[in-house]
């Protein structure tokens, strides 16, 4: 009996019949892919909103965006806030965000929408950022008052008020915050100012520095020390200086119950002196910065 012969290839298949979608179905299966894909953008967004807000409990950045777009030289040095008077910690909590303590939250809702409502119409900020939304810009963000800004800094600084305690926040926002043209941070301001580290800023210069906080660029230092506020002064900045300092921060402390109460809603109950004795720390602040002396020679204002 002979051998059937065998076929040297396999036989082929007809091709498989391609189904249209259905514009229904095809409408689903899009709607499916643009769900998966907020999903995935959303999940990316936490956890790098994550890593770059968690490792602050413990790490003190060295630069920020802000002091990056500066340009350099800039003058900032970190301070604990163990180092940092109680004064200066009151008057900005009184002065930036009376209800860090107290909110649950990076800021209040309903303040923010008015905020967007207001921007949006070309209408006065009703309220203004609060200390996470300025810490978060800072850190991470661009100066322009943009949208996609807006809502960066909405996402991050959530990020920042639940990874942190407030204690911590104030004590970066301290750090971080400018007070003069490229000067940044208490450490190195209220050296150049006054001539002091920030552990004795006194209650009355607390308050001074918290109306340089709107107009950083404006303000400039007196030949014989403090904030110039002489006729040759901006204006603006002088009202500010003078508005915060005699005004706003006396009355938001009193209607907070003292500066003791205001420091005590951040987690607060000791006082800088308590740690007099890591004053030689390297992040005491107890010494001139090297870049405020360099500064202030460049002026003229010490050999």
């Known amino acids: 009996m002979s051998a059937l012969p065998v076929s040297e290839e396999p036989p082929q298949r007809p091709p498989a019949k391609v189904i249209p979608l259905r514009p229904v179905a095809r409408k689903r299966y ?22 770059v807000t968690i490792p602050l409990n413990w790490l003190t950045p060295s630069t920020t965006s802000y002091m990056i777009q500066a340009g350099a030289p800039v003058v900032q040095q970190n301070v604990s806030v ?56 800072n850190l991470y963000l661009w100066p322009s008052q943009d949208w996609v800004r807006k809502g960066v800094e909405a996402v991050l600084a959530e990020e ?29 301001a209220t050296w150049y100012y006054f001539n002091t580290p ?37 204006k603006t900045a002088v009202d500010l200086i003078n508005g915060a300092a005699n005004v706003w921060v006396p009355r938001q402390l009193a209607g907070m119950g003292g500066w003791q109460m205001a420091v005590a809603t951040i ?22 910065p090297q870049a405020v002396a360099d500064r202030l020679k460049a002026e003229g204002a010490i050999k």
């Open 30 to 51: 899009r709607l499916h892919r643009f769900f998966r894909f907020l999903v995935r953008l959303f999940v990316s967004m936490a956890v790098l909103s994550v890593c």
């Open 160 to 188: 920042l008020d639940f990874g942190l305690p407030k204690k911590r926040i104030v004590e970066l926002y301290l750090n971080y915050a400018q007070f003069g043209p490229k000067l940044f941070g208490v450490c190195g």
């Open 82 to 137: 163990d180092h940092i008077s109680r004064f200066l910690i009151a008057a900005t909590v009184a002065h930036e965000d009376e209800q860090l303590g107290t909110r649950f939250g990076a800021f209040d809702f309903n303040d923010f929408f008015s905020r967007a409502q207001a921007y949006a119409t070309n209408q006065a900020d009703p309220s203004g950022s609060t200390i996470p939304q300025q810490l978060a810009k």
């Open 267 to 288: 987690g607060i109950t000791d006082t800088a002196s308590m740690h007099a004795d890591t004053q030689n720390a390297a992040d005491a602040c107890s010494t001139m």
């Open 198 to 234: 920030p552990s004795a800023v006194t209650q009355y210069q607390a308050a001074q520095l918290m109306g340089v906080l709107p107009d950083p660029e404006n303000v400039r230092r007196a030949a014989n020390g403090g904030l110039d506020l002489s006729s040759a002064a901006d």
